[in-house]
């Protein structure tokens, strides 16, 4: 931490009366407030995904890039943004995040079309990339040191009970008001912490910051990962041999190796490179990766699962998603307890097991598998991924330099956003395969007149799960035969996806045996 950073919290101790200006619990409460939006966010669009499809017309990859879209631009920014809070002040950056974030969620919700809603997600994701860093930065300004731990595990308690509270409050907005209204919530949630911000919070910004900006290792990164994410969403349709898939994926490569030189020869690199000497911290970023590529690619599918497979209302879909979130918020604690006793190897190791049992008894559900049953693997899946989230995050920061700390909280969580993006990309790929090679059986099965022009348009539906209407006046049997054909092919590609993710997430407890507890005390150098 800086020395100005030190003189700040020097400053701003509960003990001076004159002003609330840098109370450390108010400033707490202010960027909590913050960051609380886009936590809140990533499970709220979940359950809005299958209305937002309907209501729109979305294509399966125009509703999957809904989701891709921001989560790709919190990775490619995480980590310039917290140099822009380093080099402008935190209190700035944090105010032009909040502020940005909540007008594009009005701009959501104005829009008319599914281009618009994917543009306007993406810069919804930039000005969330602003929020997390900022707020850290905020939070190390506002506290002393021996306090700065509590502080971090209050705020991590608020953003963990705002992800479980998501799927109940976005199905409760969905059902009853719309879908716009996912997104309306947070203009007065962006205002508040405007005000608060404005009012509370006293700028903290790191002395000797960088006056320049690695503009080409930006421009190379975001290029890569979105030749990446786009080549494979769009490789079912052209074609995995295709030229257009091969030059998509090949340019995301070479992009890469290009970034990764240029990070050698630039004067302020975007990622210094340095950091990945380090065995433990480079296998605990891979291991994010790969733990966000499970976990978020799989958890896409359920919410189509459970409204158009099994009929739920949006409210429903987000009681029967309660069990996981809720047990990740149980799960955290009692595994940063684990970890402070034993190190972070074994709970890592045990909760990728965990996981991968969970994505395994995932992809044995069927049409018709009840509630008991899906709970139970959900349960499972938010008790293996909690100490995951806590381990690596350690292993990563502490295993940084000192003065890299920071840097290495904002990887941490590009890597969580990266991994999550590209297994929503990855998954989907497999679904929509999946999809194309089970649904002619299927469909010849129920022996039914099918229309040759109607093949595509009942491919997109069963990659969703969409039962399509039939003819007024059609018998019962014949649309429950259609219903049935649909939501088998869906299930066959769910499943197939849900293996995938189980053998990436076994692959992500290999990585934990070669993680081990920092050697750097970074503090709570954490993007929660």
Do not use: C
């Amino acid at each position: 931490m800086s020395q100005s950073v030190l003189d700040t919290a020097q400053e701003a101790r509960p003990g001076d009366r004159r002003s609330l200006r840098g109370h450390p619990w108010l400033t707490l409460l202010t960027v909590a407030v913050g960051v609380m939006m886009v936590a809140l966010d990533g499970t709220v669009v979940a359950i809005a995904n299958p209305v937002i499809q309907t209501d729109l017309g979305a294509s399966p990859a125009d509703i999957q890039w809904v989701t891709s879209g921001y989560l790709l631009a919190l990775a490619v920014f995480l980590i310039t943004a917290g140099k822009i809070g380093d080099r402008f002040g935190h209190k700035s950056t944090f105010l032009v995040g909040a502020a940005g974030f909540a007008a594009t969620s009005a701009a959501i919700g104005f829009a008319g079309s599914i281009q618009q809603v994917i543009l306007f997600r993406v810069l919804q994701g930039l000005f969330g990339a602003l929020l997390q860093p900022a707020a850290l930065g905020l939070l190390r300004g506002a506290f002393p040191a021996e306090k700065l731990n509590m502080a971090i595990g209050i705020w991590g308690g608020v953003i963990g009970a705002s992800t479980a509270a998501g799927p109940i409050v976005g199905g409760l907005l969905v059902e009853h008001v719309s879908w716009e209204s996912v997104f309306f919530i947070n203009v007065p949630v962006g205002l508040i912490a405007v005000a608060l911000g404005l009012w509370i919070l006293k700028d903290v910004r790191a002395e000797n910051a960088a006056k320049s900006f690695d503009i080409p290792g930006i421009v190379l990164l975001s290029g890569a990962m979105f030749m990446l994410v786009w080549g494979i969403i769009k490789a079912p349709t052209w074609g995995w041999g295709d030229p257009a898939t091969l030059v998509f994926l090949g340019g995301a490569v070479l992009a890469m190796v290009v970034f990764a030189f240029w990070q050698t020869r630039a004067k302020e690199p975007l990622i210094p490179l340095s950091l990945f000497r380090s065995v433990p911290l480079s296998a605990g970023t891979l291991l994010m990766v790969l733990m966000a590529f499970a976990f978020f690619g799989g958890v896409f599918f359920v919410t189509f699962y459970l409204q158009n497979v099994h009929g739920m209302s949006p409210v429903d879909a987000g009681v029967h998603l309660l069990p996981m979130t809720a047990m990740m918020i149980v799960g955290a604690p009692i595994a940063g307890a684990a970890i402070g006793k034993i190190g972070p190897r074994i709970p890592i190791v045990a909760g990728m097991l965990f996981t991968t049992a969970a994505m395994l008894g995932m992809s044995t559900l069927e049409t018709d598998s009840g509630t008991g049953v899906m709970s139970l693997w959900f349960v499972l899946m938010g008790l293996g991924l909690s100490p995951v989230m806590v381990g690596a995050t350690e292993v990563i920061v502490g295993n940084a330099p000192l003065e890299l700390s920071g840097v290495a909280g904002g990887l941490q969580q590009a890597a969580m956003q990266v991994g999550g993006s590209l297994g929503t990309a990855v998954l989907g790929a497999v679904m929509a395969s999946k999809v194309a090679d089970v649904l002619p059986g299927n469909l010849a099965r129920t022996q039914l007149p099918i229309d040759p022009a109607q093949g595509e348009g009942l491919k997109q539906a069963a990659q969703l799960g969409i039962a399509p209407p039939m003819p007024p006046g059609t018998p019962q049997p014949a649309v429950d035969a259609m219903a049935n054909a649909i939501h088998s092919s869906f299930v066959s590609g769910m499943s197939l996806a849900f293996t995938v993710a189980a053998v990436v997430a076994l692959a992500a407890a290999g990585l934990g045996l070669f993680t081990k507890r920092g050697a750097n005390d970074a503090g709570p150098a954490v993007h929660i």
